[in-house]
């Protein structure tokens, strides 16, 4: 009785571990930045950071909601400052010598015009 109530703590234990961990991945960060286009890469925006420094972020993805309310696949919104809400994903593969790569996935959740 008393190894069968281990095994079930640990499970759970375990269990809740996953469970936060893969919600950590799916948080929302913010940025405030201006847009600076789209490159073969993703969509481009320039930020500055508190040493007054301007630093460059780019999104791989881009929720087809957003799409519709800002258009940044046009030159339209391009010098536009938004704040941006996106999710960070991390996607892991197996390279040719068997390692884990790792590739940071950005996505852009919710656009506000500033």
């Known amino acids: 009785m008393k190894t069968k109530s281990v095994v079930l703590i640990?499970?759970?234990?375990?269990?809740f571990i996953a469970?936060?961990?893969?919600?950590?991945?799916?948080?929302?960060?913010?940025?405030e930045g201006k847009y600076d286009g789209r490159e073969e890469y993703g969509y481009s925006f320039t930020g500055i950071n508190?040493?007054?420094e301007e630093y460059n972020m780019s999104f791989h993805n881009v929720?087809?909601?957003?799409?519709?309310?800002f258009d940044l696949n046009s030159a339209n919104q391009?010098?536009?400052?938004f704040q941006?809400?996106?999710?960070t994903k991390?996607?892991?593969e197996k390279d040719e010598y068997g390692m884990d790569d790792e590739t940071e996935i950005l996505t852009i959740?919710?656009?506000?015009?500033?």
Do not use: P, R, W
Request: charged residues 15%; glycine residues 4%.
């Open 10 to 15: 640990s499970f759970l234990v375990m269990s």
């Open 84 to 87: 941006v809400t996106y999710t």
């Open 19 to 31: 469970l936060t961990s893969m919600n950590t991945l799916q948080d929302s960060s913010t940025f």
């Open 63 to 69: 929720e087809a909601s957003v799409l519709k309310t």
């Open 109 to 114: 959740v919710a656009l506000k015009k500033l």
């Open 78 to 81: 391009i010098g536009t400052k």
């Open 90 to 92: 991390i996607e892991i």
């Open 50 to 52: 508190a040493a007054g």
